[in-house]
């Protein structure tokens, strides 16, 4: 290789390093310009005094992008691109998308037909109507998920006292269930204008349909009864089933009314030391007793445990009647040791 040759090569390799420098030097100054300059903050200080004035106003810094190079090969070349924002998604953000979908299921529910109740399905119930409990629930067409299981469990026991379990569940997408048992009666409270029934429990609840208890009492009064709660509540109000059905608005207040228990027992313990078919009758004033087959109604009070005395003490006063053909309005054997009779009747 000749002189010549080796200056030749030596001035192409130190072009092409010159050319390297001058890029790198490019690229320095375009990154020292596009740096953003960090500036000392200058803190402010606050006199004593109303009124606080800064030495030195801060100084607002640039929101500067931040730019990425990218290389484009060998040759040198780059791509400058600004930086991509970065989104931070918190539990703000995700709560109100959950909250919005929340809302939207919930008119979409409401809107379509098919979560919409026609009627409640009510089974275990033989004197009350399905249709009266309905109108009375007035849940037709209303959405299935708005519905209160707790109130209409207790309008149900409002106005139906002769019920004596009333369970209520629901079953998607459209029903609402009702099983309910009802009372038994066993004494029939019969007045001129109304006929109550009472169960062996003493609970007493509107007649429904023609059947006739074991025991039948006649009376021009309503029955004694006590005011059981059935829910917590101050109210001590005296309600009649009849006119608990007939209000316009019902209570969640929910009461039964129950017969004085002492007189429910005596009334089936006299009712078994009279003949077939005879009917007793209750004041508040004597108490128990019967009407007579001679015409004369008969009392023995409230306390029977002595019924047996009072029955051989009252067949000595028919004995005595008849054989002096005295006919009484009433006689009355209340007290054992002052028994009497009288002539008028007084309803």
């Not at 005296?238 to 007939?246: G, I, T």
């Amino acid at each position: 290789m000749t002189t010549r040759d080796a200056a030749q090569t030596l001035t192409r390799a130190e072009k092409i390093r010159l050319q390297r420098v001058a890029i790198d030097r490019k690229r320095d100054k375009e990154f020292t310009e596009n740096k953003p300059r960090m500036q000392a903050e200058t803190p402010s200080v606050i006199l004593r005094g109303n009124v606080g004035t800064p030495v030195a106003q801060r100084l607002q810094q640039p929101n500067v992008r931040r730019k990425y190079s990218v290389p484009m090969g060998k040759s040198g070349a780059e791509l400058v691109v600004p930086g991509i924002p970065e989104i931070k998604t918190g539990w703000r953000l995700l709560s109100g998308l959950i909250f919005a979908t929340m809302i939207f299921m919930l008119f979409s529910f409401s809107a379509n037909s098919n979560f919409r109740i026609k009627q409640a399905a009510v089974s275990g119930n033989n004197r009350i109507s399905a249709v009266d409990m309905n109108l009375i629930l007035d849940v037709a067409n209303k959405p299935i998920f708005m519905l209160d299981l707790y109130d209409i469990k207790n309008t149900l026991a409002t106005a139906y006292p002769e019920l004596s379990t009333i369970e209520v569940s629901i079953a998607m997408p459209d029903q609402l269930l009702i099983s309910v048992v009802e009372r038994n009666p066993v004494v029939a409270w019969q007045m001129e204008s109304q006929t109550l029934w009472i169960d062996s429990e003493g609970v007493v609840f509107q007649s429904r349909g023609d059947l006739v208890p074991q025991v039948v009492i006649q009376s021009h009064s309503l029955p004694p009864v006590l005011a059981e709660k059935l829910e917590q509540t101050d109210s001590t109000a005296q309600l009649l089933p009849s006119q608990l059905v007939q209000k316009n608005h019902l209570s969640n207040d929910i009461y039964i009314h129950v017969l004085d228990q002492p007189l429910l027992e005596a009334a089936k313990t006299l009712k078994e030391h009279l003949s077939e078919g005879s009917a007793l009758v209750y004041t508040a004033e004597h108490g128990l007793g019967w009407q007579a087959e001679q015409g004369w109604k008969t009392f023995v009070g409230f306390d029977l445990s002595n019924i047996d005395a009072k029955m051989s003490m009252y067949d000595s006063i028919v004995e005595y009647l008849s054989t002096q053909e005295i006919t009484p309005g009433m006689v009355s054997i209340e007290y054992i040791h002052a028994p009497y009779y009288r002539m008028e009747r007084n309803e």
